[in-house]
């Protein structure tokens, strides 16, 4: 077992105690599934580290989502999402967040099922609800331009998604925090706390 550094909870210094071959925790989901913002509280209760897919993406081609898609087109797009992909699993320690269209590739599904580990955790909630989160966000997601298409798109997906990870969590009850505490709880080993 690999012990966190130690959250402070109350007068109780909580330790997540993780299973020792996991390197990675990896978060999928369509988008509006809340994985940047949930991944950013979990890496920092872990003490881990957070990445971005998209951000990753972006600061390696020097250029936005909405301009790849625009200038390139979106498979290429997909081509340089796959490279980053497998950048960022070199990574340890570390929270990664995919974009909502990571799994449709079978590469991608193939280097996240077999990169020693890694993790994979779904993010779920019905269309509607993800659909409205995502209007209210300022974030450019091109794929949200055709409401009925993007539609389509989490149909397909929603399979691979399921299948693709070890852990599901419905969320559309849960604020961030109490996603982040379902997950923690469902990691194989329940926190040890030190009075
Ligand atoms: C996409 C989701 C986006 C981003 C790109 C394409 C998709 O990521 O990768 O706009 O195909 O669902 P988020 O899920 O982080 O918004």
């Not at 330790?15 to 369509?30: E, W």
């Not at 974030?139 to 149909?155: N, T, V, Y």
Request: charged share 20%; hydrophobic share 40%; aromatic share 6%.
């Amino acid at each position: 077992m690999t012990s966190t550094r130690p959250a402070t909870e109350a007068n109780t210094t909580v330790v997540h105690v993780l299973p020792t071959h996991l390197r990675r925790l990896v978060l999928t989901g369509f988008m509006g599934a809340g994985k940047s913002t949930i991944g950013r509280i979990l890496a920092d209760r872990l003490h881990w580290d957070f990445l971005d897919l998209d951000a990753h993406l972006e600061s390696r081609t020097n250029a936005t989502i909405p301009q790849l898609f625009a200038l390139h087109g979106e498979a290429r797009f997909r081509r340089l999402e796959s490279t980053a992909l497998a950048s960022a699993l070199g990574r340890s320690n570390t929270v990664l967040a995919l974009g909502g269209g990571t799994p449709e590739d079978l590469t991608n599904r193939l280097l996240l099922e077999q990169t020693p580990g890694t993790l994979t955790v779904f993010l779920d909630a019905p269309f509607p609800t993800l659909f409205d989160r995502c209007m209210l966000q300022d974030i450019g997601r091109p794929i949200l331009e055709d409401p009925a298409a993007a539609q389509l798109r989490f149909e397909k997906r929603h399979p691979l998604y399921l299948r693709l990870a070890g852990i599901t969590i419905e969320t559309s009850e849960l604020t961030p925090h109490q996603t982040v505490d379902s997950l923690l709880a469902r990691l194989d080993t329940p926190p040890v706390a030190h009075p």
